[in-house]
């Protein structure tokens, strides 16, 4: 079975410019998630979807960060316009679906480093 | 809201030692995961605990979860470079609809050889 696929694996962009990460989840996973870790913190997340619908995006600070997941398969996160605040670990994770008093075991993928300077 | 805090934040020990991290919630939880990180990857899952005393290992490592279901500790017996990394323990919070993981600051672990 394929992991979690993100790309790019590292970005560096000057503040104000855009940017945007793509991630698979793992097939069949409905349920996907977008986590921002900054240096010497757990992941925070920023948004969560069950297929294609939003489930939880009160984290994401919605002035600047926009996620979609279209076909309820891959999913992208796009940051406009880029702070230094920023800078941190993108990263994404699945799981099959939200089942009340099931395992919420979430498979993560590599991450994509965000340096904005 | 529910936070974790996990001690202690940077952990340095010599190869064979056995070691401690901590994680404790400010509310009772409804599922705690471990989880490990090396520099530059993701998480990779470790173990989940849910009932209250609840004790599981793997390998050379062994997570507890107090009655209280507040508490969790995870131990490792005679540590590896291997076992090297950041350690994160991830809660469940007890709220209905609730289905994200909230995570503590992690632990950071050196083996030295």
């Known amino acids: 079975e394929a992991g979690v696929a993100q790309s790019p694996r590292y970005k560096i962009i000057e503040k104000r410019q855009s940017v945007a990460f793509w991630c698979n989840p793992i097939?069949?996973?409905?349920?996907l998630y977008w986590y921002q870790q900054i240096l010497g913190q757990g992941p925070k997340l920023l948004i969560q979807?069950?297929?294609?619908?939003?489930?939880?995006d009160s984290q994401l600070p919605k002035d600047r960060f926009s996620a979609e997941r279209l076909k309820g398969v891959d999913s992208t996160l796009k940051i406009q316009p880029a702070k230094l605040e920023d800078s941190a670990v993108y990263l994404c994770?699945?799981?099959?679906?939200?089942?009340?008093?099931?395992?919420?075991?979430?498979?993560f993928g590599p991450g994509t480093r965000l340096t904005v300077t | 809201s529910q936070e974790l805090e996990q001690s202690p934040q940077s952990l340095i020990v010599q190869e064979g030692k056995n070691l401690t991290i901590n994680c404790t919630s400010s509310?009772?939880?409804?599922?705690l995961y471990w989880y490990k990180q090396k520099y530059g990857e993701g998480l990779i899952f470790l173990m989940m605990?849910?009932?209250?005393?609840e004790e599981k290992s793997h390998e050379k490592i062994t997570a507890k979860l107090d009655e209280k279901k507040q508490q969790s500790s995870l131990h490792i017996t005679a540590s590896q470079p291997s076992h090297a990394g950041i350690y994160l323990c991830?809660?469940?919070?007890?709220?209905?609809?609730?289905?994200?993981?909230?995570f503590g600051q992690g632990t950071r672990l050196t083996i030295n050889p």
């Open positions: 097939s069949g996973h409905a349920t």
């Open positions: 605990l849910q009932k209250g005393g």
């Open positions: 994770a699945s799981t099959r679906g939200l089942q009340r008093g099931s395992s919420y075991e979430q498979y």
């Open positions: 979807f069950q297929n294609n619908g939003v489930v939880d």
């Open positions: 509310k009772t939880l409804y599922g």
């Open positions: 991830g809660a469940v919070p007890l709220i209905q609809g609730a289905q994200k993981l909230v």
